[in-house]
């Protein structure tokens, strides 16, 4: 396995790997990978000749008061899981790399921005299309994997390589859980041992939603209601909980076809999502 910090060395890589025939599947991440990110990049290995995995924590797709900062990294440890899985080429750009000077332009995402993370994180999504758009340009991929648990980060990708023709599969995984049905995430490491516990009661929560709903309820309304009572007896913060219809991201009063049932909340010091998805 390789570890390539310049994009001139990346391309030159991608370059060679294409003379030869070989296809390129990839996984953008930020790193501090876990059984979700390595699911990703076992999916890829399975495809591809080349699998690259980036390690990048994207500026741009940070609020002022988010956690830029204090995100959790350990690059030796990434090296030795991502090596595991099957990767390839870890690609590791710095900032400067990446960002040599503040972007001249940027891309905005109208569509799907006005509900879940994209209401809640304004700016967020154009952060996340942008660097997913420069590192598309720069390991161009034929298939790139993205976590079901980031559902709307998926609709807003699709969009993009939709609308500029970007010749790249978007392929969608499965969110991977611990054992109580906690979503993994680099984040979790921020919860307290009493947040950690408590923590499932999100899934739990989007399971008794889905079982609502599978029981034959259509109202909306009802379905959020019973929902919250749940998430009332919680110790953090509620950001959201939304049922909107998937992958349009429309509200509907009633459920009918595909829908994704999304939380956010907030503990201390970490915000957490999760999803369900279900034909209604
Ligand atoms: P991140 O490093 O958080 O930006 O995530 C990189 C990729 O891993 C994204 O496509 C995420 O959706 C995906 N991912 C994160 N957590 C999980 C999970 N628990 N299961 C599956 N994929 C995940």
Same mark, same amino acid.
């Given at each position: 396995m390789k570890v390539i910090?310049?994009?001139?060395?990346?391309r030159?890589?991608?370059?060679?790997?294409?003379k030869t025939?070989?296809t390129?599947g990839?996984?953008p991440?930020?790193?501090?990978?876990h059984?979700?990110h390595?699911?990703?990049i076992?999916?890829a290995?399975e495809?591809?000749?080349?699998v690259?995995?980036?390690?990048f924590?994207?500026?741009?797709q940070?609020?002022?008061n988010?956690d830029?900062?204090r995100?959790?990294r350990?690059?030796?440890?990434?090296?030795?899981?991502a090596k595991?899985?099957g990767t390839?080429i870890?690609f590791?750009?710095?900032?400067q790399e990446m960002?040599?000077?503040?972007?001249p332009?940027?891309i905005?995402?109208?569509?799907?921005?006005?509900?879940l993370?994209?209401?809640s994180?304004?700016?967020?999504?154009d952060?996340?299309?942008t660097?997913?758009?420069?590192?598309?340009?720069i390991?161009?991929p034929?298939k790139?994997?993205?976590?079901?648990k980031d559902?709307?980060?998926?609709?807003?990708i699709?969009?993009?390589?939709?609308?500029?023709?970007?010749?790249v599969q978007v392929?969608?995984?499965p969110?991977?859980?611990?054992?109580?049905?906690?979503?993994?995430?680099?984040?979790?490491?921020y919860?307290?041992?009493?947040e950690?516990?408590? !923590?499932? *009661?999100?899934?739990e929560?989007l399971? /008794?939603?889905?079982? =609502? @709903?599978?029981?034959?309820?259509?109202?909306?309304?009802?379905?959020?209601?019973?929902m919250?009572?749940?998430?009332?007896?919680g110790s953090?913060?509620?950001?959201?909980?939304?049922?909107?219809s998937?992958p349009?991201?429309?509200e509907t009063?009633?459920?009918?076809?595909s829908?994704?049932?999304a939380? !956010?909340? *907030?503990y201390?010091n970490?915000?957490? /999502?999760d999803n369900? =998805? @279900?034909?209604?």
């Amino acid at each position: 396995m390789k570890v390539i910090e310049t994009i001139a060395e990346m391309r030159q890589q991608v370059t060679l790997a294409r003379k030869t025939g070989q296809t390129v599947g990839f996984v953008p991440t930020m790193g501090f990978l876990h059984e979700g990110h390595l699911s990703l990049i076992e999916a890829a290995r399975e495809k591809h000749d080349l699998v690259v995995v980036s390690i990048f924590v994207n500026p741009l797709q940070f609020g002022p008061n988010e956690d830029l900062e204090r995100y959790p990294r350990d690059f030796e440890r990434d090296e030795r899981l991502a090596k595991q899985a099957g990767t390839d080429i870890i690609f590791y750009p710095s900032v400067q790399e990446m960002y040599p000077e503040a972007m001249p332009m940027t891309i905005h995402v109208i569509k799907g921005v006005d509900v879940l993370c994209g209401a809640s994180r304004p700016g967020h999504f154009d952060g996340v299309a942008t660097v997913v758009m420069k590192l598309f340009q720069i390991i161009q991929p034929d298939k790139a994997f993205f976590g079901q648990k980031d559902a709307q980060q998926i609709a807003v990708i699709m969009n993009m390589v939709s609308a500029f023709n970007l010749p790249v599969q978007v392929i969608a995984r499965p969110t991977i859980r611990e054992e109580d049905g906690l979503a993994k995430s680099s984040r979790n490491v921020y919860l307290s041992e009493q947040e950690r516990q408590e !923590a499932s *009661f999100l899934y739990e929560t989007l399971q /008794i939603g889905a079982e =609502i @709903i599978k029981s034959g309820e259509k109202n909306r309304d009802r379905v959020l209601d019973q929902m919250k009572a749940r998430l009332d007896k919680g110790s953090g913060q509620l950001d959201y909980l939304t049922i909107l219809s998937f992958p349009s991201l429309n509200e509907t009063k009633t459920l009918t076809g595909s829908i994704i049932i999304a939380i !956010a909340y *907030f503990y201390q010091n970490a915000r957490l /999502i999760d999803n369900y =998805i @279900i034909e209604a």
